[in-house]
């Protein structure tokens, strides 16, 4: 069993302790300087580091792991979900080593095992509540990082991530709720969190949450990825710097008299005894860093790619396809990583625009004489170019364009390699031949063929029936083929004494400078070297056209829907995948030579014993040498399994268990993740849940675009654009990066992230801290023990109380209801910034500058409040910011958790885990009851509000003083009189009007025919609506006079001074046109408010 954090020595501990008191420092609320509090959540987020992740045998599937497979297989439970840690039966999460916790939770850890909880959650729940509650909002302001790992921690400890957190798994199904299961991408389990993990979190995070509290059953099925290459070239670069590296047995062999030699490598099993420890120092500390962006996983059920019951999964997988067919050996190109040494995918090689050279050089045409050797000087050739002269060793034809009139008498007839006669004897001759696939414009038009080492040319070569030459070694060193000259020299070593050698024989013609795409190993940086080898492989031709039916039927929708054209595209002209690595950190294959060093024979088992009984059925005897394969599998072919691997496939496949998790979770709902994967994961996926399971993963891939700096470019270190997320959630917390990546934005679009946006929706989040403070510290400080108790939202409100309600209450639960009805049909369609977005200008625009304002007048006797008008108000803030906090919840869930237990609020049920606002119902639970609404309500509001904007807006054109209470006569008729007149003294307060000099008149009267009559300005309204505000309220006229003529004097000067400098030809031919562009916009600018000013002087 790996060891847990209290093996890991002296050491060890005296880290933990300054981790701890970081962390200490943050949950204890003390005020920090912004980089300080950065530091320290970064120190504490790091500090949360899995040790037990994985039985460090689990990549390797033993007998003791297929006879533990053959066990769960046959097992049955009565209650709860299956769990597969291999750890005792104890869930993996239980033996996570857990950032240190508050104060509020040291009576819920025990002493000998600080790791495991040991109250309820119903006591956990009661103590959350007491000191959330208990502590009040008076005299606080938003600091994120003084309450969100608290808030996390009872999240987790509640069971408020479980599936059946909200109600039991039979209410849910007597509900007609249906699971919505999220599979989440597993990152690399040494990995450090970045933005691409951080927007993933908030969009899954955003659904998971909305279902939940919708009353779905949530699955979001955390894990981590062992990543092979990643993971073996980070232990590779640790052996490095001790003086060691990897030995093959052979070598280890050859070394044995060499004592010091000997010390040098370290062999498989001891290379992956130093990974797994790797893995346990380093691993963990990802998904600790995704539990401080919110996410609200299922950490129960985190799995890790090589966890014992998952490897039983991979190679049920491989002897699956390979028994249906699908899976072969066989010998083809592959992209070759020298540094890595193995095979790796499409999506490991990144093409860069480098400075090269094209090589333009002669191919000597034979001759036709018996000897075969080129003529005299003078004689044919052809010009051929290349960027690698290297491989021209590697050269086993000439190819022209059929077409092309300059070389058709050469078609047939064969050229002479250069330089193929270095070690004496013969050059090598090959073949003239033709093919369309030659650009007769490009370089010479004569084409130089290397199937051993460029997939263009291999296809040629297997068209033309070529041979296949390798003149590379596996380290990119050249081999025999390049003759004695080149042997052992390093590729572009050889690259340059070649081209001296070929000048010096009179090949050369000339070298000119070329921009070409260079192959990169994403993990290692070195050029990538096209070889034809040996490997496993997938067929996917079949494969693919399902995948690709699944989404043409509809089993599988794509969102956006603009990358269904990408999908049939890929899928149509799929490629046999290449499975095998040449790595030791992953899953072996498994596959069994039988013998003592032939490959010919070799079988495909689950494990060591079934293989060994093959062999035995086979006819060969019972200790037959068996040698299982030394390749791994492409770590995507274990993170294809994810969706139904995590579930308990192929373990409960079979089982007659409606409640076990492959039943009830898989297929999957929603793959959500970025579009640069599509192929490369969420292809496999797909393809391979088909081909095992007979359905389709999941029903809806939802795709997100790429986090981008500022500017639009790619984030990079060498740039010093990167944005990172523990440092920005240190600063701003976690619920305004979040928003920050959701909102803003259309699904599959990139998002460009500033920090001036995560600052400004930091400051709405300080808003709605603000508001609520208001309710809770102002509104509902004279309201009763009853009356409180009665103001917990248990469900929408009715018809009846609506209509009894105001004309600013009928608004305001009108536009929240609106909101509650897009916002819910928004997610369900996946379009999750749309409706964050519109929560925010709800929050922002209507309840905070418009209601909160207009409750003040019933809440407070000095506004003419009190009585049933205050416990009105009362009512309709609570309800309006708990509705809203709801919806908020999804996008920004720390504050309005935080926040929401400082509102009155109706007990939870007995199936809650906890009484939580992640687990509460969403406003709007039944699509087929819609919220009650009144249009008319809103249309006569909306001309209240244009009244009292009209009427701001003239305070601020005369400039009349902030504090400073003026006159004004409305305008109007019908019910619009009666509705102004009803909220007189709202539009008072509003308006900063005079309460004894505002009047309300009738259009047509005449008290509106003298008020327009006499010197008021006029404010059009609306058609029958206006209002008029006497000039001599509004201003002192002959003060008002002095300031504008002062001015226009000034800004006449200026128009002077900048005309003159625009009309000199010195400054217009010499400046820059921005410049000068600038001044004449400058000038505009300044002659329009000149203009203005000059209105304004003669209307006084």
Known sequence: MPPTSSDS????????????????????????????????????????????NSSRRGGAVSSAAFANFQHRRSATTETGPRSFAPHGGRSRSSLLVRPPTSALYSSTVSKEDSTTPTTTSENVDSQYDLSNASSGLSGTSYEPSSFESSVYQWWEDAGCFLPDAKQSAATSKAGGKEPYVLPMPPPNVTGRLHMGHAIFVALQDVLARFHRMRGRPVLWTPGTDHAGIATQLQVEKLLASEGKRRGTDEEI????????????????????????????????????????????????????????????????????????????????????????????????????????????FKYLVESDDEEGEPAADGEEYLAVATTRPETIFGDTAVCVNPEDDRYAHLVGKRALVPMSDSDGGKMRSIPIIADDYVDMEFGTGALKITPGHDPNDYEIGKKH???????????????????????????????????????????VIKVEPHMQRVPRSQRGGEVIEPLVSKQWFVKTEGMGAKALEAVKGGDIQIVPQRFEKVWYGWLTDIRDWCISRQLWWGHRIPVWYVGTDSEEEYIVARNEEEARTKAVEAGHPADVVLRQEDDVLDTWFSSGLWPFATVGWPQDENADDPNSDL???????????????????????????????????????????????????KM???????????????????????????????????????????????????????????????????????????????????????????????????????????????????QLGAAGSKIYEFLWDQYADWYIEISKTRLYEGFGGGGDD??????????????????????????????????????????????????????????????????????????????????????????????????ATIVASGHLKEAIEAEVKSLVMLAKLDPEQVAVVESGSEEAKEVSAGDSAQLVVQDGVEAYLPLSGLIDVEKEKARLEKQSTKLAKEIEKLAGRLQSKGFVDKAPPAVVDKARAELAELEDQASKVQSSLETL
């Open 716 to 830: 990079s270190k060498t740039k010093g654009n990167v944005v990172d997320p523990l440092d920005t959630v240190g600063e701003y917390g976690a619920d305004s990066l979040r928003y920050s990546l959701v909102t803003g934005v259309t699904p599959g679009q990139d998002i460009p992230l500033n920090m001036e946006k995560i600052a400004a929706n930091k400051a709405f989040a300080n808003k709605l801290w603000n508001c609520c403070k208001f309710v809770t510290d102002n509104a509902l400080k004279d309201a009763g023990e009853e009356e409180l108790a009665s103001l917990g939202v248990t469900g929408p409100m009715g018809k009846e109380e609506f209509e009894n309600l105001a004309l600013p209450e009928r608004y305001i639960i009108s536009k929240c209801h609106e909101l509650v009805a897009s916002v819910t049909s928004d997610i369900e369609k996946y």
């Open 9 to 52: 020595g002296s050491g060890s501990s005296r880290r933990s302790y300054s981790h701890a008191a970081a962390h200490l420092l943050l949950l204890s609320g003390m005020s920090l300087p912004a980089a300080t509090a950065a530091n320290a959540f970064r120190r504490s987020v790091n500090f949360g580091i899995g040790r037990g």
């Open 663 to 713: 039943a009830r979770f898989y297929p999957g709902t929603c793959l959500e993740t970025g579009y640069d994967i599509l192929f490369f994961w969420v292809a496999r996926m797909v393809m391979l849940g088909i081909e095992l399971t007979g359905v389709s993963p999941f029903q809806v891939i939802y795709l997100h675009g790429l986090v981008r700096a500022a500017d639009n470019t």
């Open 253 to 360: 062999a050859l070394a044995a008299d060499d004592d010091d030699e000997k010390a040098k490598l370290v062999g498989r099993e001891e290379f992956l005894e130093r990974v797994w420890e790797y893995k346990e120092e380093q691993g963990g500390a990802i998904t600790f860093q995704l539990r401080s962006l919110g996410a609200s996983a299922d950490w129960t059920r985190e799995r890790f790619t090589m966890d014992p019951a998952l490897s039983v999964g991979v190679s049920e997988a491989f002897c699956r396809l390979h028994e249906k067919g699908l899976v072969y050996r066989g010998t083809y190109m592959v992209n070759w990583s020298p540094g890595l040494m193995t095979a790796v995918s499409d999506l490991e090689v990144e093409y860069t625009e480098e400075e090269g050279k094209l090589y333009y």
């Open 465 to 507: 029936s070529l041979e296949i030459m390798n003149v590379m070694n596996k380290d990119a060193t050249m081999n025999s083929n390049a003759g004695a000259r080149y042997e052992g020299l390093d590729r572009f070593e050889a690259r340059g004494k070649l081209w001296e050698d070929m000048e010096e024989k009179g090949f």
């Open 870 to 967: 205050a416990k009105t108000a009362r009512r309709v803030l609570v309800y309006i910011l708990d509705t809203s906090m709801r919806l908020l919840h999804p996008y920004m869930p720390y504050v309005t958790e935080q926040l929401w237990h400082h509102l009155p609020r109706a007990p939870k049920t007995d199936d809650m885990a906890a009484n939580a606002l992640m687990l509460a119902d969403w406003p709007q639970m039944d699509d087929n009851a819609p919220l009650v609404t009144d249009k008319d309500a809103i249309a006569t509001f909306e001309v209240f509000q244009a009244l009292t904007r009209s009427i701001r807006n003239a305070r601020a054109e005369y400039n009349v003083e902030q504090g400073k209470k003026i006159s």
